[in-house]
């Protein structure tokens, strides 16, 4: 199995915009979906997105949907998650994870090996 390195979070203002990169140790998870998560201060983890090993398959969250994109470079071990219009209601910790199982993609309890998350914080 791989390890997973989140980064690229920061401090932005409304609108603005944060490229996440979720980075594997190896290429263990390059034949699997992988998917982006975040938990806010007191709230449970929730979905953002998801992609399939090929890429051809990708799945948001309403919250997300039309200012989100997730995208996978299998060359490189790295999953990625572009924000744009970023609002306030969008300030949480970001983890990426791996679905070993193919499906529930959208269930935190379907994935595992959770990277260290990275804050992601937008001002008003």
């Known amino acids: 199995q791989a390890q997973l390195v989140e980064s690229g979070g920061g401090l932005v203002q409304a609108g603005g915009s944060l490229r996440l990169s979720c980075a594997a140790s190896n290429g263990a998870f390059n034949s699997h979906i992988m998917g982006w998560f975040r938990q806010a201060p007191g709230k449970e983890r929730e979905f953002v997105g998801a992609?399939?090993?090929?890429?051809?398959?990708?799945f948001y969250a309403d919250s997300v949907k039309g200012r989100f994109t997730i995208s996978r470079d299998n060359t490189k071990n790295t999953v990625y998650l572009q924000m744009d219009s970023l609002k306030p209601e969008d300030t949480a910790v970001y983890y990426c994870?791996?679905?070993?199982?193919?499906?529930?993609?959208?269930?935190?309890?379907?994935?595992?090996?959770w990277g260290q998350g990275t804050q992601v914080t937008v001002s008003s």
């Open positions: 992609i399939s090993w090929s890429g051809a398959n990708r």
């Open positions: 994870a791996v679905n070993l199982i193919g499906r529930a993609v959208m269930t935190p309890s379907a994935y595992t090996n």
